[in-house]
């Protein structure tokens, strides 16, 4: 979910537990999606993405909901696993900008207990 | 293949100093921008580039410029540094706005 201030939402999860973690997104005119890993001291990291024509998306081990009519995503991550820890970011990018333009949710971090 | 590369990684200023953060990509994107991100927050946009000469402001563009005169490099500066500007900098490239690749970020300190 998002949050405002300096404390970032956090979900603690099982090793080998699903995970979902949501995002609500702003602009109902955006039309790409996409999901972020972001480990201590790195950048960014692509995980999944969506388009707005699409509902659902599935990778290797993760799976992207995207719900436009509450302008809701979920990333659902299956059998969580200790590397899984990071803090996941949501980025949108508004149909009417063409420029690369994400823009990007505060973020969820992740702890997975073994 | 690098990817995205930025330099330097860790730099510390005064106040009032200027720098230039590299940037430099060999994917061939069009796509490049700049974010900063405080802690515990999400990445804010500063300054984007959809090609070699077009620059573009973002969501917190004042006291950083940029040009961009190749496809692979887009440099961020900061004019006159200000304990505000104290973050986390990120350099993204993308091919059309997708699936935007970031480099390793560049820790900055204004004192």
């Known amino acids: 979910g998002e949050s405002v201030g300096l404390h970032l939402p956090t979900l603690s999860v099982q090793e080998g537990d699903n995970s979902i973690i949501n995002c609500a997104y702003s602009n109902s005119a955006s039309d790409y999606f996409i999901w972020y890993k972001q480990e201590s001291g790195k950048g960014p990291q692509f995980i999944i993405d969506i388009r707005s024509n699409m509902d659902k998306r599935q990778g290797q081990r993760v799976t992207v909901l995207l719900n436009k009519t509450v302008k809701h995503l979920s990333l659902q991550i299956a059998a969580t696993q200790p590397g899984d820890s990071a803090v996941y970011f949501c980025a949108e990018r508004a149909v009417y900008n063409q420029g690369g333009k994400l823009i990007f949710g505060q973020g969820t971090e992740l702890s997975v207990k073994p | 293949n690098a990817g995205v590369t930025q330099t330097p990684k860790f730099q510390v200023l005064k106040t009032g100093q200027s720098m230039t953060l590299q940037c430099a990509q060999d994917m061939n994107h069009e796509y490049m921008s700049w974010y900063r991100q405080d802690p515990g927050m999400g990445l804010r946009l500063i300054h984007y580039s959809v090609g070699a000469g077009i620059t573009d402001q973002g969501e917190v563009p004042n006291g950083y410029n940029v040009s961009r005169s190749t496809t692979e490099d887009f440099p961020l500066r900061l004019l006159s540094a200000a304990p505000s500007q104290t973050s986390v900098y990120f350099c993204?490239?993308?091919?059309?706005?997708?699936?935007?690749?970031f480099g390793q970020g560049t820790r900055l300190t204004v004192v």
């Open positions: 993204a490239s993308s091919f059309q706005g997708l699936n935007a690749f």
